[in-house]
């Protein structure tokens, strides 16, 4: 069983940095694409950044210039750092990987911007 598990979040102030971990149980290569996704405070999830297994990268408009994605493959495990953070940027981060037709998701982790 494909196993995603996130780390990095927490409380950090307006402006601040946070790094996000999504450790992978199997080779990140295998994955066509894999992206970070977003839940904020009744909002529905959103795709945030993705790299598919070519390199190609792709950002929401909200954090281009902001957020970089980037993946490790001798730890398994993608990135997204989070520079000049807003409030808005608050909400539950997701991992998602994509294996052929099959989706697999991490649990989430917080990530709360204060102002």
């Known amino acids: 069983q494909v196993q995603l598990v996130e780390s990095g979040g927490g409380l950090v102030q307006a402006g601040g940095s946070l790094t996000l971990s999504c450790a992978a149980s199997?080779?990140?290569?295998?994955?066509?694409?894999m992206d970070w996704y977003r839940e904020g405070p009744g909002e529905q999830r959103e795709l945030v950044a993705s790299?598919?297994?070519?390199?190609?990268?792709d950002y929401v408009s909200s954090v281009e210039g902001r957020f970089t994605i980037f993946r490790d493959g001798s730890k398994n495990t993608l990135f997204l750092q989070m520079n000049s953070l807003k409030p808005e940027d608050t909400g539950v981060y997701y991992c998602?990987?994509?294996?052929?037709?099959?989706?697999?998701w991490g649990q989430g982790t917080q990530v709360t911007v204060s102002s």
């Open positions: 199997e080779n990140i290569f295998f994955f066509n694409v």
């Open positions: 790299i598919n297994v070519g390199g190609r990268i």
């Open positions: 998602h990987g994509r294996i052929l037709t099959s989706d697999y």
